[in-house]
């Protein structure tokens, strides 16, 4: 029979984490009940590969705290002191010096073993003997535990309250210490940025963000977080303030890199809200994305006591945004700067203004225009004795404020006859669009006339294209009949006015063909004839 053949190998993983007095003086802030502790060993992590049948033996960084002399002649007597505190563990204490002595040096408190089992709970193990040494803890365990760390506390503590140490020091392990901050821009307070970094590394960001013209802002704040959090932020829907996108922010959290910064423009919702207050007012939420934020209550003892449902709720921030000055007796008297062309004009809304009636106020507030702003224009004139008068300059007044006050990137024709839509004037809004079709066909002709003028700089400026340029008529497909209509019945030389000719080529062939991919079109004809100067310059046009 082989040797060995029945002896069953474990295979055994350990691995050690240090706690540092940093980490345990943090800790002790942190969590009620850890200013007890006065040391601590490294929290060993054990893995097997299966149970193992015999007892492990461990030795473990013994957990130093305060020191304090004991005269020779009270030694014995304070040990059996200090068995007796402890009557289930055995403490085996070796003196630094061997010699004799009027006195012995010792460290201070009680040591004491817990180990956290399969089921993630911390327990103290009093049944356990510990040798205590110089630098080492011997012990056995017969049982296999996930976890085990030795506690050097100043005096005698329930196991219920050691656990929670446990569970403590852990969990300092796993969450840091971070701050949000938010800032504005001095110059334009609608420039917002959001960081969220390591508390000991709020000194050197702010100085940074300061240099950079981020001056402004609420007060930072101190939140506990894992790595690896997905943190939201958002506005809330009651107050007056939102993102220029109206989008919440994400970002992660990670202590060595900085991941966790954001830079967005804000922007005010309701331009004619909040006018008891010189600025808009609204709440920037920070939330957690994945879980429940659970901070530690002796850094944050209020935390449970905020009026809220939320649970992912990390911090809120008061966010003020400047209002711009605004004369609303002048803003009536502001001429529209608009073209002939434009569908939106001054004339027409005195036009709109000759022929809607009460249904005004239904158009605006599918303009968007608050309850606030139309009783405001509305009683502002009612003083008038004309009451066709009256309800001529307040459709006025509704319009030009709206026109002034929208967004510059807002389809804003399309918006007003949507609105004349829904307030049941389908005649005024197919006047509308008629007024819409004809801007756009001015418009796209004038587009047309700039690239035809492009284009024939850009042929033109080849004086081999400009004599091709039958050729080049041909190649496009323009019938012979075309080509006589170019050159004129009285039967001009093609070399004298060759560049008129090819003015009139172009914009023949663009009446044709439209102006979908024109330029394109004609590269290619120049590229088969050959004309690679003419279609280089051609191609070129932007």
């Not at 910064?261 to 006018?275: G, L, M, P, W, Y």
């Not at 004298?496 to 991919?517: D, I, P, R, S, Y």
Request: charge should be positive; glycine fraction near 4%.
């Amino acid at each position: 029979m082989p040797r060995n053949a029945f002896r069953l190998t474990v295979n055994v993983t350990l691995q050690v984490i240090p706690i540092d007095n940093s980490m345990l003086a943090d800790t002790k802030a942190r969590y009620d009940g850890c200013e007890h502790v006065i040391g601590c060993s490294p929290i060993v992590i054990v893995g097997s590969s299966q149970v193992p049948q015999l007892p492990l033996n461990f030795a473990v960084s013994t957990p130093f705290g305060g020191k304090h002399r004991i005269p020779s002649s009270n030694v014995n007597r304070a040990e059996s002191q200090r068995d007796k505190s402890l009557p289930k563990i055995k403490i085996v204490n070796r003196p630094e010096g061997s010699g004799g002595g009027s006195s012995e040096t010792r460290e201070s408190g009680h040591v004491v073993l817990l180990t956290r089992s399969a089921n993630g709970k911390w327990r103290l193990r009093q049944e356990i003997v510990l040798d205590i040494q110089r630098d080492s803890t011997l012990f056995q365990l017969a049982e296999l535990a996930e976890r085990c760390v030795l506690l050097r506390t100043s005096e005698l503590l329930e196991a219920t309250l050691l656990a929670r140490i446990a569970e403590s020091l852990e969990r300092s392990l796993r969450e840091k210490l971070a701050t949000i901050i938010v800032r504005q821009e001095e110059d334009d307070n609608s420039q917002m940025f959001v960081e969220v970094c390591r508390s000991d590394g709020v000194n050197r960001v702010i100085p940074k963000l300061r240099n950079e013209g981020y001056t402004d802002g609420p007060p930072t704040q101190t939140v506990s977080l894992r790595e690896g959090d997905l943190i939201d932020i958002a506005f809330d829907k009651p107050g007056n303030i939102d993102f220029r996108d109206s989008a919440s922010k994400r970002f992660v959290f990670n202590s060595n890199i900085a991941s966790g910064k954001s830079s967005a423009e804000i922007r005010e919702k309701d331009v004619f809200a909040q006018n008891a207050s010189d600025t808009f007012k609204g709440n920037l939420l920070v939330r957690l994305s994945e879980r429940p934020y659970d901070p530690p209550t002796k850094l944050f003892p209020n935390i449970k006591k905020r009026k809220t449902d939320d649970s992912k709720l990390l911090a809120v921030f008061n966010i003020s945004l400047p209002k711009l000055k605004r004369d609303r007796k002048r803003i009536n008297r502001i001429r529209i700067r608009v073209t002939d062309s434009d569908p939106l004009s001054e004339e027409y809304f005195d036009h709109l203004g000759d022929v809607l009636t009460d249904e005004w106020k239904s158009v605006a507030r599918r303009l968007r225009c608050s309850t606030a702003a139309i009783e405001r224009i509305a009683t502002g004139n009612e003083h008038l004795e004309n009451k066709a008068e009256a309800m001529k300059k307040s459709v006025v007044d509704m319009l030009t404020e709206w026109f002034k006050t929208s967004a510059k990137t807002e389809n804003k024709a399309e918006e007003l006859r949507q609105a004349l839509m829904v307030a049941g004037r389908n005649d005024l809004a197919e006047e509308l669009a008629n007024r819409i079709k004809e801007h756009r066909r001015k418009v796209d002709k004038k587009f047309q006339d700039a690239t035809l003028e492009k284009i024939f700089v850009a042929f033109s400026s080849s004086e081999v294209a400009v004599r091709a340029w039958k050729k080049v008529a041909k190649e496009m497909g323009l019938s012979d009949q075309d080509i006589l209509g170019i050159e004129g019945e009285d039967g001009r030389k093609e070399d004298a006015v060759a560049k008129e000719m090819v003015h009139a080529l172009l914009k023949k062939w663009m009446e044709k063909q439209g102006k979908g991919a024109f330029k394109d079109r004609l590269v290619v004809v120049l590229k088969k004839l050959k004309l690679n100067e003419a279609a280089a310059n051609v191609s070129q046009i932007r």
